[in-house]
């Protein structure tokens, strides 16, 4: 079975651009959270998505939004991108909301974001 | 507030010696918590979770971590290091809709 996957794997933008990046979770998952991961630090909680309604933010800038489709893939879009937005964007997926205890955060390899 | 705290940024080891990998928690309520590993260039895999039904947890790859509520630590253990352990480890906690918090990392260096 495929894992998550996500796309593109790298881009690089320049500030002030607007970026739009793409996840598809393991088959049968219905919810997909989105993680920023700055070098040297841990991932970073966004967004929480189930069933295709938002669920969860973190403590990020309106300048983040997403979005769930009815076949539970998701993009994160980021506008007016900053050079603090450079980091590796994570997206894991679950079976169930919360990705708790019983339903554990299945993780994609991430896209690494760079803003110039 | 929800915190997780690694002790360690970086913690060398030979092949073949203990790891111990140290987090602790700070939650009001009884925590979910996690260990992930990242490879270079890769995202997290899910080493081992604490269910709640025993406070020894045995995970992937021959690691276990021990949940001691009086210390408010997960730690993370293997007997024998190997050169595959070399990665990042995360301590991570909760998992509802507030998502997981994670700890800053543990560097682990395998030395020959």
């Known amino acids: 079975d495929a894992g998550v996957t996500q796309s593109p794997t790298h881009l690089i933008k320049t500030r002030g651009q607007h970026v739009t990046l793409r996840c598809s979770p393991i088959s049968g998952h219905k919810s997909v959270s989105w993680y920023q991961q700055v070098l040297g630090q841990g991932p970073q909680f966004i967004f929480q998505?189930?069933?295709?309604?938002?669920?969860g933010r973190g403590n990020f800038p309106d300048r983040f939004s997403a979005r769930q489709f009815p076949n539970y893939s998701s993009e994160l879009n980021v506008n007016a991108l900053l050079l603090g937005d450079s980091a590796l964007y994570l997206c894991?997926?679950?079976?169930?909301?919360?990705?708790?205890?019983?339903?554990?955060?299945?993780f994609g390899n991430g896209t690494r974001l760079t803003v110039t | 507030a929800q915190s997780v705290t690694q002790l360690g940024s970086h913690v060398s080891v030979s092949e073949g010696a203990l790891v111990l990998l140290r987090c602790n928690y700070s939650?009001?309520?009884?925590?979910?918590l996690f260990w992930y590993v990242q490879y270079p260039n890769q995202g997290l895999q899910l080493l081992l979770k604490?269910?709640?039904?025993?406070?020894l947890v045995k995970g992937i790859n021959g690691f276990e971590a021990e949940f001691k509520k009086s210390e408010t630590s997960f730690h993370l253990t293997k007997p024998s290091a190997h050169m595959s352990d070399a990665a990042e480890y995360f301590c991570a906690m909760g998992g509802g809709a507030d998502g997981l918090t994670f700890g800053k990392g543990t560097h682990l260096i395998i030395q020959p």
């Open positions: 894991a997926s679950s079976s169930r909301q919360g990705g708790g205890n019983n339903s554990p955060l299945h």
């Open positions: 939650s009001s309520v009884p925590p979910y």
């Open positions: 998505y189930y069933e295709k309604e938002e669920r």
């Open positions: 604490y269910t709640s039904a025993a406070t």
